[in-house]
């Protein structure tokens, strides 16, 4: 008779992971809702223990309904929006195309990153003083100040895609008789998406970084202008009424980019 060993089971029959348990994890929602509730229940503790005057939640939601209700946050909401996308759009679109000239052309890399890499050094702010007396008080120089943050961001992330595409797979694609059209299309261009997607999104936290300084610019609205104007008068609920729309409109606009990185990257190996 004949006996049969049975071969040990290994992670890969089993799968589960080397090292690690058998039990799914914490799913991640559930972490950002403890992690809200904790922050709203340290700050109201903070509100009532008196700390320097601070607002707490209930009162900040009741000016924020206030703002709602006379319509200035919705006013408000509304112009920076427009100035932030109007600057992250032309930072973005600008910034794609140079970043894909620089890795990919050398004589381009040579001709621009000298620019790139000393703007990169001078604080977007430290030009609107610049930009004031170029451009006007109009707003042109607000939106030209937001699309040098998001330009700045966008161009080196895509210059960076581009020059870490595996050459492996361009020599690949050559020998199989494609151009460089064809290798830039279909190798280049796939590969650096991550690059660039993660570098949009970096341009976009700077933009909105960027607006509140913008919008010092003769602003007669804005969430930037609101929260400058309470400032003079001591008024912290709608200092934090600005800063929790900007922070809320920010996350949104990064979670929707996310969602866009992992459609088009869904190839993408992830951990």
Known sequence: MTTVTLPEKTPA???RTPGRPG????????????????GLGGWALLSLLGFEDLPGPAQVAARG????????????VAASLRRVFSGFALGTLLAIPVGFLMGWYGVARGLIEPYVQFFRTIPPLAVIPLAIVLLGIG???????IFLAAFLSSVVATYQGVIDVDKTLINAARVLGASDLTVFVKVVIPASAPFILVGMRIGLGSAWGTLVAAELIAAQEGLGFRMQQAQLYYDLSTIFVGLITIGLLGLAMDRLLLLAERRLTGWQERR
Do not use: C, S, W, Y
């Open 13 to 15: 029959h089993t799968g």
């Open 23 to 38: 039990r799914r994890g914490v799913q991640p929602l559930a972490l950002n809702i403890v992690a809200l509730a904790a």
């Open 65 to 76: 309904g206030e703002m709602i209700a006379d319509g200035t946050l919705l006013d408000d």
């Open 139 to 145: 707003e042109t120089p607000k939106i030209f100040v």
